[in-house]
């Protein structure tokens, strides 16, 4: 059973398209991330989801818009992709804050190539 | 805002050999603290925290780190590695509150044979 999962694994895009990633949990977590790894392996949280309310959002361009249809599932929508938006994309849970029952884990990541 | 300093972006180190990564990070106030290793083309893996209690903290495939509030440190350590520990290895921080987790910049441990 994978605990976090996420589709597409890879995906290859030209610049312009809008493309979405989804994600998964089956932890009974009500807390949901995106994490954006770049190519120097640099991570750096990009949404945050407690129980489908965004709590954590950081400076990303509102071409990313995520959307949580429930506590399960976290979705990523990219609008106009750009070259610069090529990386790894790592969705995760955690029950509530990391510091109180510890987390988040991780999905296996989505490496999404703009051309 | 916290952030987290590790000092090594590479450790060479010989099998059977003992290891430290190092991390430090910087905050004022009480701070939760993580340690992840991330295999090639996988995702991250929770390999200890520590969040109270005892500053020794023991986590998956044999790894302790120890957390320095005096020296603002969580470092990491196996007494003795496998070639499968080659992997790239997160420390990570965080506060109480709505606060994100914040990670460094990764150590990349490559065991030699």
């Known amino acids: 059973d994978t605990a976090v999962s996420q589709t597409p694994k890879y995906l290859v895009t030209q610049m312009g398209n809008d493309k979405s990633i989804k994600c998964e949990q089956n932890?009974?977590?009500?807390?949901m991330y995106w994490y954006k790894q770049d190519s120097k392996k640099f991570l750096k949280i990009m949404f945050s989801y407690n129980n489908k309310e965004l709590i954590i959002n950081e400076t990303v361009p509102n071409r990313f818009s995520p959307k949580s249809p429930d506590k399960a599932h976290l979705n990523l929508h990219i609008n106009s992709l750009e070259l610069g938006d090529s990386a790894v994309y790592f969705c995760?849970?955690?029950?509530?804050?990391?510091?109180?029952?510890?987390?988040?884990?991780f999905g296996p990541g989505t490496r999404l190539t703009v051309t | 805002a916290q952030s987290v300093t590790q000092l090594d972006s590479q450790v060479p180190v010989f099998e059977e050999a003992p290891v430290e990564l190092r991390c430090n990070y910087s905050?004022?106030?009480?701070?939760?603290l993580f340690w992840y290793v991330q295999y090639p083309n996988q995702g991250l893996q929770l390999l200890l925290k520590y969040l109270s209690g005892s500053t020794l903290v023991k986590g998956i495939n044999g790894f302790e780190a120890e957390f320095n509030k005096s020296q603002t440190s969580f470092h990491l350590r196996k007494p003795s590695v496998h070639i499968s520990d080659t992997a790239e290895y997160f420390c990570a921080v965080t506060l109480s509150g709505n606060t994100p987790l914040v990670f460094g910049k990764g150590t990349r441990l490559s065991v030699i044979a």
């Open positions: 932890l009974g977590h009500d807390t």
């Open positions: 995760a849970s955690s029950q509530g804050h990391p510091g109180l029952a510890g987390g988040p884990y």
């Open positions: 905050s004022s106030v009480s701070v939760y």
